[in-house]
């Protein structure tokens, strides 16, 4: 794969996506020239015509209305043009802009516009200069693809390795889960991890191209309305931002609005998620009758409606209402299947919490720890631990149940009994609790496991998917335990990882979600009380 079939990639991407497709990628392409985005749509029933509004330079509004496919004459009257006369007409209404204050207005397709619509575009707005009012810009598909290509000129060009990878996700079928393993190669081929780049621009020109480049990859997981995997991926280009930035201690201004065009396209995924689930659930999980991948699904889909509410809901209203109704139905299908379930409980925990269902949120978090104990007993084979994705888990335990490899050619054979990542942030929420008398009688148990964590070093790695250097400690819990002193564990810090999700709660419950390999103590605490700020 060359530049020039990267460039036959983006022309077949915008002949392939969606209006949602690619918002945020035209989003970094007004960064680039110089704009501050300052509203994005949810395309709901409401937005007026406008999907993005940016500010330029001097402070002027700019409103762009976005549309796919070939724009023609019956179009344009029938659907097109009553859409631009709102944004032409309608004053945009945002803190950052005046009252009264004129805009720029913009409809960008990434189709062709025919003649007829041309012309027509033309004749009105030479009756508009007449009147001095606003004009209609307008860009095509020869334009995006102009500008997308040139958006990856000063990076490339890669190796042979890079545009395969890249290639690689573009033609999956979408429907899985994402493979992280892959996304996070790809990730690290496209950001400048390997040497400190010369110039600011040339980080910035990096982050655009990857942000860019990330809307291409996920296509095929966009047209399978394949929303969990949608937001895992760009939860992963948000914290690969964040890494480069920890990695150089970046000014803000330099990876601040690629993060977050990042941390939107998080936002719309899991919102699309609750949407559908909402709308219609039982597409949302194929195979109900299906008893070896149903209660998997259920748990992912309860941890995923949690973080969206927890994240961007307010107690009572529509969206933690949906997601505390998916739980209630739900909730005697949720499955352990390895610690990599865990942050899917938590969110159901924390989403109990958060709507003032005390009484059943402490047993909720007793039961989940008398799980992690119960596969820890004497003899017992452990969870597997959360390095191991829900895909893995459940296909080893297929290979367990039926005695054959028929799932997967390389059983899991590791041992993993009386060790857990988990159990300690676990015991350290009950402590938060106040669960005193259920730790004092489950103790002798937890003392039977040991604390397993890993230290990624230095500590922006442990944004990354796989960490190159750290160190994984494992702690024997003390046989007798003063309550004071566990108390005293519970005091959130903001060391190690935790350090970069200050300021930054919209990305912590995401995170912990796509990456279950990394909750620890320190990130589960900071996640306790960001649940509090945030509800």
């Known amino acids: 794969m060359t530049s020039g079939a990267l460039e036959k990639l983006v022309e077949h991407w915008l002949t392939r996506t969606k209006e949602r497709g690619y918002q945020l990628a035209y989003c970094q392409l007004l960064v680039n020239q110089g704009f501050e985005i300052i509203y994005i749509s949810t395309h709901g029933p409401s937005e007026l015509g406008k999907d993005i509004v940016a500010l ?34 309608l004053e945009l209404e945002h803190p950052r802009i005046r009252p009264g204050r004129e805009h720029v207005s913009y409809l960008v397709t990434t189709g ?190 309860i941890g995923y409606l949690g973080a969206y509410a927890l994240t961007y809901g307010t107690r009572g209203d529509d969206v933690h209402k949906a997601a505390l109704a998916f739980f209630d139905e739900h909730k005697a299908e949720l499955l352990l299947w390895g610690e990599s379930a865990i942050p899917h409980w938590l969110m159901a925990y924390w989403l109990l919490v958060a709507n003032v269902r005390s009484g059943e949120a402490d047993r909720f978090l007793e039961s989940l720890i008398e799980q992690v104990l119960h596969w820890n007993r004497h003899g017992a084979p452990g969870l597997i631990n959360p390095y191991y994705d829900v895909e893995a888990a459940l296909r080893n335990d297929l290979n367990n149940r039926t005695q054959s490899l028929l799932f997967t050619r390389q059983p899991i054979e590791e041992s993993f009994s009386q060790f857990s990542y988990s159990l300690r942030s676990l015991v350290l929420l009950a402590t938060r609790r106040g669960l005193k008398q259920y730790l004092r009688r489950s103790w002798r148990d937890i003392t039977h496991v040991f604390f397993m964590e890993f230290f990624p070093d230095p ?3 442990g944004l990354l998917w796989r960490s190159e250097r750290g160190e994984i400690g494992a702690i024997e819990p003390h046989h007798t335990q003063t309550w004071s002193a566990l108390q005293e564990e519970t005091i959130a810090t903001t060391s190690g990882l935790a350090i970069y999700f200050v300021g930054r709660e919209r990305l912590l419950l995401p995170f912990l979600l796509a990456y279950p390999h990394r909750v620890c103590p320190t990130l589960t605490l900071a996640a306790d009380e960001a649940v509090e700020k945030l509800s």
């Open 56 to 89: 330029d330079k001097d402070g002027v509004p700019h409103a762009f209305q976005l549309k796919i496919d070939d724009i023609s004459l019956a179009r344009w009257r029938r659907e097109v043009w009553p859409e631009v006369e709102e944004l032409l007409e």
């Open 112 to 301: 062709e516009l025919s003649d007829p619509v041309v012309k027509n575009i033309t004749q009105r707005n030479k009756a508009r200069r007449r009147k001095r009012q606003p004009l209609i810009r307008y860009f095509d598909r020869g334009y995006l693809l102009r500008a997308f290509t040139s958006a990856h000129q000063s990076v490339l060009p890669w190796q042979p390795a890079d545009y395969q990878r890249l290639f690689d996700l573009y033609v999956l079928g979408g429907n899985g889960p994402l493979n992280k393993e892959q996304f996070a190669a790809f990730l690290s081929s496209v950001l400048p991890f390997g040497s400190r780049p010369r110039f600011r621009r040339d980080v910035q020109q990096a982050l655009s191209s990857a942000l860019i480049l990330v809307n291409y990859a996920l296509e095929p997981y966009r047209s399978a309305r394949n929303h969990w995997a949608v937001a895992d991926a760009w939860t992963m280009t948000a914290a690969y931002v964040l890494a480069i930035a920890g990695k150089y201690g970046l000014a803000p201004s330099v990876w601040e609005p690629t993060y977050q065009l990042a941390i939107n396209g998080c936002e719309g995924a899991l919102g699309n998620l609750r949407a559908d689930v909402v709308t219609a659930r039982d597409s949302i999980l194929p195979g109900l009758s299906d008893g070896e991948v149903y209660r998997e699904r259920a748990t992912l889909l």
């Open 459 to 461: 500590s922006w790695t």
